[in-house]
């Protein structure tokens, strides 16, 4: 069990710092989607270890809302790019106070 | 039911108003309307107070529902003398009000219909203040008064409005949340020693350690100091008065200020007597910092209509004192100043309102020799500010008087100190009065119009009423005294006896 | 009919309110149905006046009561009135001097546009002046004592375009708010002590309180009376109010409403009895005001202002008399009444000269009036011989007993009162002369012209009551009919017979009028000396002895600099306060803002920092 907790931790760091590292949106948005995955790993393996479907359901539920992130997330980044010619994060400050 | 179709009555008649068809094309239809509904809220109240018992002090047309089971609020609405009082002035007041405010020029004048819709709202809402018996429904249409007051401020005042509105907001809501946090340790408390309840008669029996009370009960308190406004957190009303039009002005002045001194009496005496007992002696010496400060700062404006707002910080000084003396003369002649100062200011707000829109300006310094041209203006004027300095014969003397020798018997320093009030008076209400109406008439006023009949008509109720209780205000004491003489026992206060009483009653036959 | 004592008030009530809310219509009739409704008050008073002589000696008090005015708690006023000796002889002065001068003003007005205003204010101010002599409580005797307050304040400002009469007006209203003060004080501390502010409660009950609130009590109405009645320190309103109508002058501010603040002390016999330091401080204070309006007098060339300075210092004998007690409380009242009639007589005549003279007050322009006056003049000069004391005339009785009254008191006090008589004949001698001898000093195109009969009439009847006002003391009578008021008066132990007394006025009296008559034998310039080159009494005379500079540096100055501090600190301090709470927390705000810098990285990071943050907390927690 402990492996499949260790590689999720492992994923998960990655995702983490890679959103912060990186500047390129999509890259930032895969590491995301990293993050969100090994938190499925762990849910699935807790499921597993616990005999209880309720970690199942709700790695089912975090796929639904990451397809649907997927989609608006990637349709963001494709306006921001066809505007902007960049998919730079740190560009789109637009935000700032 | 009476008292829900009393508060209900001006709500719907402020639904009707703004929602009505081709309202915002249609001023005048508005203004006929608002004027109707006010008056048939009148009517009720009247039936109302015909039917008032007034030997007896308890609450009377009691309604009493559950509303939110969970934490055990109530909608009740109950009226003792005071209260009844109280709504007699919101009713009154409100068509004179409505019928003054006929020809105010707003900064929007196609907004016209929200702005008689936010007052009728507004004398809703205050009605069941006065009513409310649960404090959880009592804090709801408390803060609730504050919605329709602000948007009459903000958005149909004069220069400065939009900041005049959020300061007084700010100022108000600080105080309310302070209620807030109050309101709920009550419900801790009730919830710990059985049933969770909101009613103002199981508070009133609450078993509460004195450390507890004072900290509730300034919670109530300062939040009812600030609505009053006693000193030191008084300065939304200048401001707040010099923005609105004069209407809006009656109605915070007159009314909702009232809503701070009354639940001093129905809130902070009855629920907190220790707490009142402890705090009794500071609040008198503001109150008394306020008379003189309230009197010396009227006497420095330059702004006729702050002028009015310092002095009725003057004036609350006073009810605050009386309302703190606990005895049952000046407890009264604080419920009895409440309404005749109302009166009183809503003549001065009122007429000088209308002196202000002929002329264009506030300035007493812009003023002069106009009661040359305008003679019955200037006499009302003059009505209004005598009766504001408590001249006998007029209705708020009896009140300043009762609050005065009431205090004296409980302290002789306090009450001396405030009676210097009177002759602060004098100086402010004089000084206005000359330097505005006598002289040689000023170049540019030659233009200034005498009273016209609807005018008139708004304020002529208001002088009767003023000259008519001075000399009878029998009426008014037979409903406030049963009233408020449980309000001084459920403090432990007694009147104190006189030393070497005189029964005047035989005196007066053997002589 | 003694019960009707309210209908006395009631009718000039009225008539007020008929004529402020009839109208411009009721312009043409207005003065004649106020002049209606005084008379007939006057005549209803004279019919319970003569009923009341019917009675018995200790049945002549008669109290109606129209209902409870307010109660609450231990509290109760009676709106009651009392009709009495010492009610009885003020309404028929009131309504009496009243009517004549309701009458007197139908000439005097007759131009004035705002005629019929003028009238509802006087028949106000009779109403409230009845209000107070009739008042069986003194609160309500507070509700007259404003009432003719007010009516002085609309009466002095009558001619509101002029600066001078609305500020006099003012100072008159606000210096009374002073004197009020301590009416208020005192009706507080009735009702602390009794439980009751009626006024036979209080003067019976006076005995079984101590006798520092007696003394209290008697200097708070004091206090009150010194305002009313333009006692020294409060006097300063009274020249000032001469900026009224004359007939107003007569009327308010020498016959009936000044003379109030002797009235209470008299009605508050029982109380004065009781403090011997509070009767004393009267007798001190009638006695100052006595020289000092006497000083003014002389001083003046204002003819109305002469008068005033005579008023206060008349008043001030009566004062005087007061303060003695029950050996003077008679006195006191007789003067009053005497006073009443021949000082309103010379105020009218005054207006009569003003008349003539196109409203100039100054007595340099005058001179040599009597043969253009000449009923002016014989009235006027009855008067003069009244006060002044020349024997027979009313005042010689009313002041000789009360200097009598004073040097029974004490030596030095009467001797004073002696020298004020001497002074009273001075400045009196004085305003003849340069009135009605001497050359004319008329200014260019004024005619002078007797004035109308309606005008000329009052005058000859108060003029009449100038000389008969004696007729009051015959066989003592006054004195015996307020005995049950008043208390028995002993005669006073003087240290030389009565007649040498008498005689000793009658001298000084004498001299005064020889050195009036001397000093204004001449001719007398038409201009007055400059401040420069007159003695400094004089000067000080000029300025009513720096009374109002004191006021101002003392009271007005502070007043106003603590009002601009306090405005100034309310901005600053106060709202200040608010306002810069409020700041801070926008700038603290501003602070924050900053953190929101629009990267997403750096949110990001805050977002795993946070989490971090709680995964750290909850292991703690959990390990802890």
Known sequence: MTEYITLSFLLFTIGAVGVLVRRNAIVVFMCVELMLNATNLAFVSFARQHGNLDGQTAAFFVMVVAAAEVVIGLAIIVSIYRTRRSTSVDEANLLKA | MMLTVLAVTPIIGALLVACWPGASGNPRLVKVLALAVSLITLVLAIVVAAQFDAAEGGYQFVEQREWIPAIGAHYALGLNGIGLTLVMLTTILSPIVILAAWGDRLPNPARTHTYFAWMLALEGLAIGVFAATDVFLFYLLFEATLVPLYFLIGAHGGVGRSYAAVKFLIYNLVGGLLMLASIVGLYALTTRAGESSFLHSELIGLDISAGTEKLLFLGFFIAFAVKAPMWPLHTWLPDAAASS??????????????????????WCLEIFPGASQWASPVV??????????????????????????????????????????????????????????GLSTAVLFLVTGMLIARRGSASISEFGGVQKIAPVLAGILLIGGLSSLSLPGLAPFISEFMVLAGTFTVSIPLAVIAAFGIILAAVYILLMYKRTMTGPLRPGLDGIRELDGREFTALAPAVVLIIALGFVPGPLLSVINPSVEPVIAQVGAEDPVPPHPVDAASEGAHE | MLELSWLLIAIPLAGAALLLVWGKGADRFGHLIATAASAAAFVLGLIMFVELIGRGADDRSVTTSLGTWFEAGRFHVEFAFTFDQLSSLFVLLITGVGTLIHVYSIGYMAHDARRRRFFAYLNLFVAAMLTLVLAADYLVLFLGWEGVGLASFLLIGFWQHKETAAAAANKAFIMNRVGDLGMVIALMTMFATFGTTSIAAVNGAIDSASGSTATALGLLLLVGACGKSAQVPLQAWLLDAMEGPTPVSALIHAATMVTAGVYLVVRSAGIYDASEIARTVVVIVGLVTLLVGAWIGCAKDDIKKVLAGSTMSQIGYMMLAAGLGPAGYAFAIFHLLTHGFFKANMFLGAGSVMHAMDDDVDMRHYGALRRAMPITFVTFGLGYLAIIGFPGMSGFFSKDKIIEAALGYNTWIGLAAMIGAGVTAFYMTRLMMMTFFGEKRWRD????????????????????????????YLGGWITDWLEPIAGHAEHPHLPVPVIVVQLGVMAVVALGVAAGVWLYRRDVPDRAAADADVSIVTRAGRHEIYTNEVNGALVVLPVRYLTRLLVWLDARGIDGTVTGTADRIGEASQQLRRTQTGYVRSYALGIFGGALLVVLGLLAVTLA
């Open chain 2, 284 to 341: 008198m010496v503001l109150a008394v910092i306020s008379i003189l400060y309230g009197a010396l700062l009227a006497i420095g404006q330059d702004d006729i209509r702050r002028l009015i707002a310092f002095t009725s910080v003057s004036h609350f000084g006073f009810i605050v004192l009386g309302i703190f003396a606990f005895t049952t003369l000046s407890t009264s002649g604080a419920t009895l100043y409440m309404f005749n100062h």
């Open chain 2, 245 to 266: 039009t004069p209407s809006t002005a009656v109605l915070m002045v007159s009314i909702v200020d009232k809503i701070g001194t009354f639940a001093m009496i129905r």
């Open chain 3, 445 to 472: 195109e004024v005619h002078p012209h007797e004035s109308p009969s309606v005008m000329t009439i009052p005058l000859i009847v108060l003029a009449a009551a100038s000389v008969l006002g004696g007729a009051l």
